[in-house]
């Protein structure tokens, strides 16, 4: 069986958000960190360092987030966050860690 190349077809360019979630994969799991980063395709565009959220109340993160989009927003186009990343807290970035002590 042959198979024949079909011309290229147009990708459209979108740059888009994508929140870091770093926290336990239960449901009930507080939020250890936050931070997202912005793509366009497959380059990466920007990155809102993460933030450690111990101590958060939901209402606090909903608040930064809304700050974040906003800016965001301002400067690539986009008014919310294309998906979500979830990781575990192990893998936080964040030095110095009080999860990792590192």
């Not at 888009?16 to 979630?21: E, F, H, T």
């Not at 927003?73 to 008014?79: A, C, R, V």
Request: aromatic content about 8%; proline content about 7%.
């Amino acid at each position: 069986m042959r198979i024949e190349q079909v011309d290229q077809v147009d990708v459209p360019q979108v740059t888009y958000g994508v929140l870091q979630v770093w926290r336990e994969m239960r449901e009930d799991s507080p939020i250890h960190a936050i931070g997202v980063e912005v793509w366009d395709g497959h380059n990466k565009l920007a990155v809102v360092q993460p933030v450690h959220c111990a101590g958060w109340l939901p209402s606090q993160v909903h608040e930064y987030l809304r700050q974040v989009l906003e800016v965001l927003g301002t400067e690539y186009g986009f008014k919310k966050l294309a998906s979500q990343e979830l990781i575990h807290p192990s893998q936080c970035p964040i030095r110095p860690c009080y999860l990792c002590q590192k």
